[in-house]
C-alpha cells in the first residue's frame, strides 16, 4: 500500500516530495510492520530518518494547496526531538520520561473498541485499521499549552474515514477517546496528578473534519511507544493533550465527555482547547511559543498563530461561540 494524497479537499504533501526517493520506497514497510503486530519495535534499524527530518522547506516551494493553511512549509522538527520531548503522563511527568520510560508498553496484539451510539459497534485490530483506507502523510504543527511546538509528519488517514464506517446514530454528539491504562506496562497510571484512564474528547463536527487525523505513524515510521503507540489521534488545532494517544476504546456518546486534564484542572483547561493567543493560561501567556529545536540564547519566541494557523480551515465551526468563555 503507497502512501498518497487523498480526496479530501486538502493538497497534503506527497511523500516523495519531502523524503529522498531511497527513504520513500522503505514507508512501504511501514504497513507489513503495523500489520505484523510491531508498531511498537525499535526503530533504530530505519535508515536516514534524521536526515528525512531536516529536508528544508524549500522542496515544498511552489507547491498550490486548494485550501491555504492546511500544509506547512516549515522546517519538519528532528526526529530525535519530537521523540524524546513528550507528554506522555502514562509515562512520567518530566518530558524526557516517556522516552526512557516507554520500552514497557506492550502493543501487540492490539484492538480498538467502537462502543455508544453506533449502528455498526465492534473491536478494530491494527490490521483492520490500515485496510479501512490508503495511508497518507500529512505535516502538522503541534502546539502544546506549556508553550512549545512542532512540525511534525504524521502518517494516517482522516478519522471521519473510521466514523462514517461505523455508523453514529443521530444522537451521537461528541467523540469520546480513551488510552489504555495498564499499571503494568505503564508505570506512572495510579499516581495522583490524573483520574485514570485517560480520557479526551471532541465534538462531532470536530471528530469528522478532514484535519482530524488518526495516525498510525510518524516520519514514514510506526509511531514509537512514546508517541502514542500502535494509534492516537492528531488533532492539529489543538493543544497537544487533546490528542488522545495509545487509544483502546472509541466511544460514540450524546452528552459532553469529561476529559482528563478539564476533570484535573478545569480552571485551565477547558474541554475545548482550542489554540488562542488571547485566552492566557491562568499561570502564562499563550501568546508566543517556543519551536523545539530553536533553543539558541538569542532566538526569538514565535507569535502563536490563531487555532495554531488553522483559522481558514476551521474558523467555522466556532461561529458565534465566546471563544474565551468556551476556552
Same mark, same amino acid.
Given at each position: 500500500?503507497?502512501?498518497?494524497?487523498?480526496?479530501?479537499?486538502?493538497?497534503?504533501?506527497?511523500?516523495?516530495?519531502?523524503?529522498?526517493?531511497?527513504?520513500?520506497?522503505?514507508?512501504?514497510?511501514?504497513?507489513?510492520?503495523?500489520?505484523?503486530?510491531?508498531?511498537?519495535?525499535?526503530?533504530?534499524?530505519?535508515?536516514?530518518?534524521?536526515?528525512?527530518?531536516?529536508?528544508?522547506?524549500?522542496?515544498?516551494?511552489?507547491?498550490?494547496?486548494?485550501?491555504?493553511?492546511?500544509?506547512?512549509?516549515?522546517?519538519?522538527?528532528?526526529?530525535?526531538?519530537?521523540?524524546?520531548?513528550?507528554?506522555?503522563?502514562?509515562?512520567?511527568?518530566? =518530558?524526557?520520561?516517556?522516552?526512557?520510560?516507554?520500552?514497557?508498553?506492550?502493543?501487540?496484539?492490539?484492538?480498538?473498541?467502537?462502543?455508544?451510539?453506533?449502528?455498526?459497534?465492534?473491536?478494530?485490530?491494527?490490521?483492520?485499521?490500515?485496510?479501512?483506507?490508503?495511508?497518507?502523510?500529512?505535516?502538522?504543527?503541534?502546539?502544546?499549552?506549556?508553550?512549545?511546538?512542532?512540525?511534525?509528519?504524521?502518517?494516517?488517514?482522516?478519522?471521519?474515514?473510521?466514523?462514517?464506517?461505523?455508523?453514529?446514530?443521530?444522537?451521537? =454528539?461528541?467523540?469520546?477517546?480513551?488510552?489504555?491504562?495498564?499499571?503494568?506496562?505503564?508505570?506512572?497510571?495510579?499516581?495522583?496528578?490524573?483520574?485514570?484512564?485517560?480520557?479526551?474528547?471532541?465534538?462531532?463536527?470536530?471528530?469528522?473534519?478532514?484535519?482530524?487525523?488518526?495516525?498510525?505513524?510518524?516520519?514514514?515510521?510506526?509511531?514509537?511507544?512514546?508517541?502514542?503507540?500502535?494509534?492516537?489521534?492528531?488533532?492539529?488545532? =489543538?493543544?497537544?493533550?487533546?490528542?488522545?494517544?495509545?487509544?483502546?476504546?472509541?466511544?460514540?456518546?450524546? =452528552?459532553?465527555?469529561?476529559?482528563?486534564?478539564?476533570?484535573?484542572?478545569?480552571?485551565?483547561?477547558?474541554?475545548?482547547?482550542?489554540?488562542?493567543?488571547?485566552?492566557?493560561?491562568?499561570?502564562?501567556?499563550?501568546?508566543?511559543?517556543?519551536?523545539?529545536?530553536?533553543?539558541?540564547?538569542?532566538?526569538?519566541?514565535?507569535?502563536?498563530?490563531?487555532?495554531?494557523?488553522?483559522?481558514?480551515?476551521?474558523?467555522?465551526?466556532?461561529?458565534?461561540?465566546?471563544?474565551?468563555?468556551?476556552?
Amino acid at each position: 500500500m503507497l502512501i498518497k494524497t487523498s480526496d479530501d479537499g486538502f493538497d497534503h504533501p506527497h511523500s516523495s516530495e519531502i523524503t529522498p526517493a531511497g527513504v520513500y520506497r522503505q514507508r512501504r514497510e511501514l504497513v507489513r510492520l503495523l500489520a505484523g503486530g510491531a508498531a511498537g519495535m525499535a526503530l533504530a534499524g530505519w535508515a536516514a530518518r534524521d536526515a528525512r527530518a531536516q529536508m528544508p522547506a524549500a522542496r515544498l516551494a511552489g507547491r498550490k494547496s486548494a485550501v491555504p493553511g492546511a500544509t506547512t512549509l516549515e522546517k519538519v522538527t528532528d526526529y530525535k526531538d519530537a521523540t524524546t520531548y513528550n507528554n506522555f503522563y502514562e509515562f512520567g511527568l518530566d =518530558k524526557s520520561d516517556p522516552a526512557r520510560n516507554a520500552h514497557t508498553l506492550q502493543t501487540a496484539p492490539w484492538t480498538v473498541t467502537i462502543e455508544g451510539l453506533v449502528h455498526k459497534p465492534g473491536r478494530y485490530a491494527l490490521d483492520d485499521l490500515l485496510k479501512l483506507s490508503p495511508l497518507e502523510e500529512r505535516i502538522y504543527r503541534l502546539r502544546c499549552v506549556e508553550g512549545w511546538s512542532m512540525v511534525i509528519p504524521w502518517v494516517g488517514y482522516s478519522l471521519a474515514e473510521l466514523i462514517r464506517k461505523v455508523e453514529p446514530l443521530g444522537s451521537a =454528539k461528541y467523540v469520546e477517546f480513551v488510552t489504555l491504562a495498564d499499571r503494568k506496562t505503564m508505570p506512572y497510571v495510579g499516581s495522583s496528578v490524573l483520574d485514570w484512564p485517560y480520557v479526551e474528547g471532541l465534538r462531532m463536527d470536530e471528530a469528522m473534519h478532514p484535519l482530524t487525523l488518526l495516525a498510525l505513524g510518524m516520519y514514514g515510521e510506526v509511531l514509537p511507544r512514546q508517541n502514542g503507540a500502535p494509534v492516537r489521534v492528531v488533532v492539529p488545532w =489543538k493543544y497537544g493533550f487533546k490528542s488522545g494517544k495509545s487509544l483502546v476504546k472509541i466511544r460514540f456518546v450524546e =452528552k459532553q465527555p469529561a476529559t482528563a486534564w478539564n476533570v484535573a484542572a478545569p480552571q485551565e483547561y477547558g474541554f475545548y482547547s482550542n489554540v488562542n493567543p488571547n485566552v492566557d493560561h491562568p499561570r502564562w501567556s499563550q501568546a508566543t511559543e517556543r519551536r523545539i529545536g530553536e533553543d539558541g540564547l538569542f532566538t526569538r519566541k514565535r507569535k502563536t498563530l490563531m487555532f495554531n494557523g488553522y483559522e481558514a480551515q476551521v474558523g467555522q465551526l466556532y461561529a458565534g461561540m465566546d471563544l474565551k468563555k468556551y476556552y
